[in-house]
């Protein structure tokens, strides 16, 4: 699919971004758990153990990933970065383990992705900090156990759900990072335009944090871009008539919605009677992928709203009547207009 300008996945943008926060204290947002991590942190520190492994869960764009790197930066530990779509071997796994340093944080994304042979290497070094490698084959074969330097394995994932349960019980803290409010997003946009030298007038700021769906990945993306309006309108500041403007040029409305999302629920009401419809029905009406209607369209949504998941399948609910202007029986608005 077409990148779209409200998609929370990842962008050559995001690598190395200046906008993310340097230090814990420029993490805006998730006040429990960084509260919560700012306690378990320091008792690391003061017994001088290493900290139980992390598993970060939730929604693409939250902060999962720069999180991590912030818990290296508190621990004054080095961190080392994987992905787990990567890891296709369990050698390719035991050479990652065996590498690491004393104190080490491995940082796993989309960790849900692990192979389950690769999980089975993983469940000793969690909990033993050893590593068990089989030698030779057949009846001959022989496990030789390695001991591996205490280390951290904070993990990342859009799908908490679908970890094994030994693997989510050898996590001793979840996160799960939920969607922002306008107040919380609303400081990082007066952060993060500074930074940038964008004048954005307190009206803009309200603007950005309403149509950012609740992401400030999305939020910083959407910044970047008013800021090029803004430069080619030779505007001094951005307000929130510049900034409305702005965003209505890319098809995103005041709720943050996109046509993609509006397609979604036009066709639920439209072509299933507003539901309940099974999502791999409605992707293929949608001509998308079911995992991305799934972990990048449907949360917002339901957040917002405008959707439900139920046993049966997707709902949409009385809002996204009323967000899209039909009532039962009435024509959508992706129909031609009749002839007059």
Known sequence: MIERAVAATGLPEDQGNPLRPANLGDFVGQNRFVGNMRVFMAASRERKESL?????????GLGKTTFAHLISR???????????????KTGDMAALLSGLQEGE????????RLKPVIEEVLYPALEDFALDLQLGQGPTARTVKIALPRFTLVGATTR??????????????LGQFEFYGVDDLSVIARRNAALLGLGLAESGVGELARRCRGTPRILNRLLR??????QVKKASAVDAE?????????????YG??????????????????????????AVSLGEDSETLEDMVEPYLIQAGFLQRTPRGRIATRQAYQYLG??????????????P
């Open 242 to 254: 510049l900034c409305a403007w702005s965003l209505d040029q890319m098809e995103i409305d005041r």
């Open 105 to 112: 944080i491995l940082f796993i994304d989309e960790i849900h």
């Open 160 to 173: 908490p759900g679908s970890l094994t349960a030994p693997l989510l019980s050898r996590f001793g803290i």
């Open 74 to 88: 508190e621990l004054g530990a080095p961190l080392k970065a994987t992905s787990a779509p990567v890891i296709e």
């Open 225 to 230: 871009r008013v800021r090029d309006f803004a």
């Open 257 to 282: 919605l996109d046509s993609l999302d509006r397609r979604l629920l036009d066709t639920l009401i439209r072509s299933f009677g507003g539901g309940p419809v099974g999502l791999d029905n409605l």
């Open 326 to 339: 039909l009532k039962g029986g009435e024509p959508s608005l992706f129909d031609p207009p009749a002839n």
């Open 52 to 60: 139980d492994h992390v598993l970060l869960s939730g929604p693409p």
